[in-house]
């Protein structure tokens, strides 16, 4: 009877099968079968983005850069980027760079409160896909969401004065009608709702938000039926003042509003362009992913958010001037310089510093990089010569992250503190060596990444104690490396 004999979707190439689905093949009857005929290729592997931070201190006027950087993936890999679940588009103010065949950069040259919400940025390619996500969060004073200046409502029915704002920090709004607090509705999202309205209700109501930023004001007028031309006396407005304020021309109520509202826009802008007024650079926070495991690309951001151009740029590493072959730096434009390392290693946990300059001044802003990596001996020696009487150390210090347990051992017990031996920080010291001190010490390092293990000789004058009958046959290597599983 014939049967079929499902093979792992890892088994089948690329081109015979959908990505992320599984395929039946009928011609071959097991997996050795498969391998021999077809030959199993090189597999492939999904994007993986790299998680993005962004500062919790932007501000309008600022330019911002998102960097969608895969740290891994097998080629090729497409990019697209979202804002709140729509496609993005480039505009005069958001542009969209292609870096190189493993990222891309989002940049908003100058934010404003129509840049606030989520940012997606997915990636793809034969074998899977990844997205990673950030928010965008500006701080900025006060906006009034609704220009409404006046309310009519009928006695007896219920009406809604709308006093919301938006801002960040969230903006504390108040209402006030002469004088007198005015209490919002229970969602406390700035709206004053009256049920039923009454006689007494009518008049203006002043509307205030206020954060750390700043404070906006602005008055609704509710009128009722039947009152409109007491409330229209009461609020003082002089027409032939109006008239003569805008050159002869009488503007309405929401006229004026957006008159206003386009001149404030107009000069917000125009003040707080970047490189409007010469100021020295100003560098946006620089954060990387942690943990940080070896063979991750990495890639750390230095992106001036203000400041005259012409701005230069320079890197150092853990104060000294960077000079590595595994390091690359990349101009991305007049305000953007990257550190961009393929490769991680360990050589690469330190401290990187960027600067800025120009003509008015400078910055700069350092970032750890952190590595995680499974132990790495700090001193490798095989054998410690000595002669009673003198002191010696058999040092088993590594290097690693997360930090790694340390076991010495002699004839496999382990060695504690004791007179005149003292085990601390991986070091074995013994202060007065003994014949009987002579032999083979074992040392065991491991974290969650892995563990190695070394044999250390001890011999005294030059010769190895056999008599003591602890020393087996020296290996050929003295150390070995257990991966964890």
Known sequence: MNTRKKVPPSLVPAQQRAPGSATEINQYHSEENYKRHVGLRQLGVPPQIVPVKLSDDLEIGQRLGIVCSVRKGTQPITFQWRKDGGLLHEDQLV???????????????????SHVGNYTCSTKNPYGSDQMGVRVILNHAPIWISNETSVSGVAGENVSLNCEASGHPTPIITMLKEGKAQQASPT??????????KPGDAGTYT?????????ITKTITLQLSGEAKMLEGATGTDPQRDTQAYGGSKMAPQEEIMLLSALCLSILFTSGTVGSAPSPPQIAQMKVPDPLEEGQRLVIVCAAVKGSLPISFSWRKDNAPL?????????????QDQLQIDKLGIDHAANYTCSARNAFGSDQMSVSVNLNF?????????????????????????????????????????????????VADG???????????????????SNDLGSIEKNILLSLNGEIADFLGVIPKWPTHSSRIVTAT
């Open 323 to 335: 000079n590595s072959s595994s390091v690359r730096i990349v101009h991305s434009d007049d305000y």
């Open 95 to 113: 542009r969209i760079s292609h870096n190189d065949d493993y990222q891309e950069t989002l940049q908003i040259l100058y934010l404003n409160s």
């Open 427 to 445: 070091v074995l010291e013994i202060s007065t060596v003994k014949l009987t001190d002579a032999g083979v010490y074992t040392c065991e390092a």
């Open 207 to 215: 509307c205030n938000a206020t954060n750390a930023l700043g404070s």
């Open 188 to 197: 406390g999202n700035g709206r004053l709702r009256i049920d039923p309205v």
């Open 374 to 422: 499974a132990p790495v001996w700090v001193h490798d020696v095989p054998e410690i010569r000595s002669v009673p009487g003198e002191s010696i150390s058999i040092d088993c210090r590594v290097s690693a992250s997360p930090t790694a347990t340390i076991r010495i051992s002699k004839g496999k017990l382990p060695l504690r503190n004791s007179h005149g031996v003292r």
